[in-house]
């Protein structure tokens, strides 16, 4: 019969296992009978293969394992939903049965990257510079602003816990208790089921310190990441310090508080010239018209009908909501010819092409993408999410637009407060984030409101916020006139405003979103590729079937009864889904 090779698979990959002919008879029949999947444990001596028989394309295929002794430990059942090796599964399949998912090599690598790097910031944090892994509550009291929160009924009928958005307060408490350190891998809760890009639980790295500055904080940081980073699976760690990029600065060249600085294509305001050439006809008499453009490298060719069409569309959508949203969405294309450049698309008068050339640094074949309206901060925002869209258009159609690298930059000088769409100013961040120091006189002036930067940082990662955090108000009377401003009830907030009438130190800190930061660095465009047992986008577990149904007896036992007309079921999506920024922007 001669010798017999199989395949053994473990999380690390394939080994082959030799059966020499004296041994066939007493477990060929056992294998040939279990199916794929089943476990089976075999022991033996590891030798290195026949030089003819070596297989380059397998990482263990220099080598073979000549079985001494296999046992069939529990054979799997021969009509699995899926097999690891099935690529072409669907990921709700996937979800069901998680636990299948898992034998996936992907998989594996991404939870043993997330645990390798979770280790080398707790080594970091506690064992070089002292903090303390604190714990804290999951059951809390609901606070006021950001997302909405998970209740939990009680047995006092009428009173509900609520899940926390981050442990926020419970970081504040511990500075005013002299824990100066902390620091802790926290889970955290929303319920946004309706929104594709969030998961109901996320898990975050979140530290608070006493003593502390801003610059402080974001250099921990940045040496927090250089020493966790997964040099084994990413090479070299990227270079410190992080560039910092104000928000103003931030808005005005990306149009995103959180740009992609993997490639240029920079906006650029061009209201003068655009105004004194009448670029945009009669739209550009308004005085409060503003004209942004942007350049799309060699994208003459590409940035065409279709191109342009899905461009407007995204624009006209991104402030289809927002008080003056006209805009207007406009394409110049410059071809080469023999006789010189050829300008198409939004007209660009003859006498000026050059200028307007030299102004924006187009050379011949690229595109120049403008946006007119009568909103600044309206052109900035649609012409950002323009600029992204062109990014993607450009790669899909072979053009290489952004770099491979890991590019990390902090987003400082956030606006303090923001007036919403009801006309009532919200923090942009959280209401415990403290005015830049230079500016606290400003409270006392709500027609400078606006003005108030606050002293807020976020980490932005290829285009992502992986991380968020602020110097705190430390003042118990500052944070009543906050609150106040914010038309928050003080007595939601008694205990905290309690504790910082005691003496608090003045602190900070900073929360990263660990889910999103480890799908990164995985190359996965979903955070649930990097979460162990993840939630779909309308927050089901399809592997255990919940959220489920309970008793009228448990509904009793905690005082509640169930509206069934009230049910509004969600649809679930598989798109891409973002752990958002570890901090959460709300007071939780």
């Excluded at 255990?544 to 969600?570: G, M, Q, R, W």
């Amino acid at each position: 019969m001669g010798q017999q090779f199989w395949l053994l698979r473990d999380w690390s990959g394939l080994l082959q296992i030799l059966i020499n002919e004296q041994r066939q008879e007493q477990w060929l029949d056992m294998l040939q009978k279990a199916s794929l999947e089943s476990v089976v444990a075999v022991r033996g001596l590891v030798q290195p293969r026949p030089e003819e028989q070596a297989n380059s394309d397998m990482p263990t295929g220099e080598i073979e394992l000549h079985a001494a002794e296999i046992k069939l430990l529990n054979p799997a059942l021969s009509n699995l939903p899926f097999l690891p090796h099935n690529r072409q599964v669907t990921e709700q399949v996937r979800l069901r049965y998680r636990y299948l998912d898992f034998r996936q090599t992907p998989l594996q690598r991404a939870l043993r990257l997330r645990s390798s790097v979770l280790m080398g910031m707790r080594h970091f944090l506690h064992d070089q510079h002292g903090f303390v892994d604190v714990e804290t509550p999951y059951l809390f009291r609901r606070t006021p602003g950001g997302a909405r929160e998970f209740l939990v009924p009680s047995q006092q009928a009428g009173k509900f816990y609520s899940l926390p958005q981050s442990p926020q307060q419970f970081k504040q408490l511990l500075m005013v208790g002299g824990l100066d350190r902390y620091f802790q891998i926290a889970r955290c809760f929303r319920d946004e089921s309706r929104n594709p890009e969030k998961q109901p639980e996320f898990t975050q790295l979140d530290i608070e310190m006493s003593f502390v500055d801003t610059e402080s904080i974001l250099g921990l940081i940045e040496d927090l990441l250089v020493a966790s980073w997964p040099s084994s699976h990413l090479g070299s760690p990227p270079s410190i310090p992080f560039p910092r990029l104000p928000y103003a600065e931030a808005m005005a060249s990306y149009g995103i508080d959180k740009p992609d600085t993997r490639f240029g294509m920079k906006i650029h305001d061009i209201t003068a010239f655009a105004r004194h050439h009448s670029l945009f006809g009669t739209i550009t008499n308004d005085r409060d018209c503003t004209v942004l453009a942007m350049v799309a490298p060699n994208g003459d060719s590409l940035c065409r009908t279709a191109f342009e069409k899905q461009a407007k569309l995204i624009l006209e959508n991104e402030v289809r909501h927002q008080p003056r949203n006209k805009v207007r969405l406009g394409i110049t294309r410059i071809s080469r010819e023999e006789t010189g450049n050829k300008f198409s698309g939004l007209r660009i008068p003859s006498n000026v092409q050059s200028e307007f050339m030299d102004m924006l640094k187009v050379n011949a074949d690229d595109a120049v993408i403008m946006c007119a309206g009568e909103d600044r901060v309206n052109c900035q925002k649609g012409l950002g999410k323009v600029r992204l869209f062109t990014a993607d258009y450009l790669e899909e159609n072979g053009l290489k637009v952004r770099s491979d690298k890991f590019d990390f930059l902090w987003v400082i000088d956030f606006p303090l407060f923001v007036n919403s769409d009801k006309g009532q100013w919200e923090s942009a961040h959280h209401p415990f984030t403290a005015p830049v120091a230079e500016e606290m006189h400003m409270l006392n002036d709500p027609q400078r409101w606006g003005e108030m930067r606050g002293q807020h940082y976020d980490l932005v990662l290829n285009g992502a916020e992986v991380g968020g955090g602020s110097i705190r108000v430390h003042s118990a009377a500052m944070q009543r006139r906050i609150l106040d401003l914010l038309r928050i009830d003080h007595e939601e907030l008694k205990h905290l405003l309690e504790a910082l009438d005691s003496g608090c130190p003045p602190h900070g800190g900073i929360a990263l979103g660990l889910d999103r930061l480890i799908s990164i660095y995985a190359g996965s465009s979903s955070i649930r590729d990097v979460i162990a047992f993840p939630k779909t986008a309308a927050g089901n577990d399809l592997m255990s079937s919940s959220p489920c149904s309970v008793t009228k007896s448990d509904l009793d036992f905690y005082h509640i009864s169930v509206n069934e007309n009230a049910k509004t079921p969600l649809e679930d999506s598989f798109d891409s889904v973002d752990d958002s920024s570890a901090e959460t922007k709300a007071a939780a």
